[in-house]
């Protein structure tokens, strides 16, 4: 069945490092990559997403790129800030399984001053 | 604008009750979908609607496990003789259409069987 692999955490960076959280799937047919993101104390929204093979998703600083010859779709941020402290989801929607999302098991990221 | 609203917020129930989670997806969205987050997981596909059909219920882990949409609206998910194994953050979501359109999620119910 369909899977998603994430690095686990947590990840402590300080303010304005470099951010990579990395996310590779197993999917049946070709699916479409989401970014979820969870911020403390609220429901998990939409960072950012790709449909198809080499499009770049990107969103607030962050950016991913659908990667298929390494069923990849990583998540990179050039400079973190302290607001970016939140557990990062990585998903996919494989369309022949309709429009359910299959998650990863999320990457809690904490930013320090 | 209102987002997806869930209630309760935290619900605890001795083993062997009924529990029903309610779920007001976003005025207009056509699709409604429930999953189940346990401790330190990423969130499972439970079922989804497509306004007030129930078009894919793969997802439930047991008959014990039921979802309804009658208006194509406001859903309920109950879960019959609860289990110790049911503790955990159920999330509803709620999109415009299907395919990849954004699913917006609701805070969840955090739902603990003693």
């Known amino acids: 069945g369909d899977s998603v692999t994430q690095m686990e955490g947590p990840v402590t960076l300080s303010e304005e490092a470099f951010l990579t959280i990395n996310c590779t799937y197993t999917?049946?047919?070709?699916?479409?990559l989401f970014w979820y993101v969870q911020y403390p104390g609220e429901g998990l929204q939409l960072l950012l997403k790709?449909?198809?093979?080499?499009d770049k998703g990107s969103n607030k600083g962050f950016e991913a790129t659908y990667r298929k010859e390494t069923t990849s779709f990583h998540l990179e941020k050039g400079s973190v800030q302290v607001s970016d402290s939140a557990v990062y989801f990585c998903?996919?929607?494989?369309?022949?399984?309709?429009?359910?999302?299959?998650f990863g098991t999320g990457t809690r990221l904490a930013v320090r001053p | 604008g209102a987002g997806v609203s869930q209630s309760p917020r935290y619900k605890v129930a001795k083993r062997g009750q009924d529990v029903a989670l309610r779920c007001d997806p976003i005025?207009?969205?056509?699709?409604l979908f429930w999953y189940q987050q346990a401790l330190g997981q990423g969130p499972e596909f439970l079922t989804y609607?497509?306004?007030?059909?129930?078009?894919?219920k793969s997802g439930l882990p047991s008959d014990r496990f039921f979802a309804e949409r009658p208006e194509g609206s406001v859903s309920t998910l109950k879960i019959q003789r609860t289990q110790q194994e049911d503790s955990a953050v159920y999330l509803c979501?709620?999109?415009?259409?299907?395919?990849?359109?954004?699913?917006?999620f609701g805070d969840g119910t955090r739902l603990s069987i003693l």
């Open positions: 790709a449909t198809k093979a080499d």
């Open positions: 998903a996919l929607r494989e369309k022949s399984s309709g429009d359910k999302l299959t």
């Open positions: 979501a709620s999109s415009l259409g299907g395919g990849d359109q954004p699913q917006h």
């Open positions: 609607f497509q306004n007030e059909a129930q078009l894919d």
């Open positions: 999917a049946t047919g070709y699916p479409s």
């Open positions: 005025s207009g969205h056509v699709s």
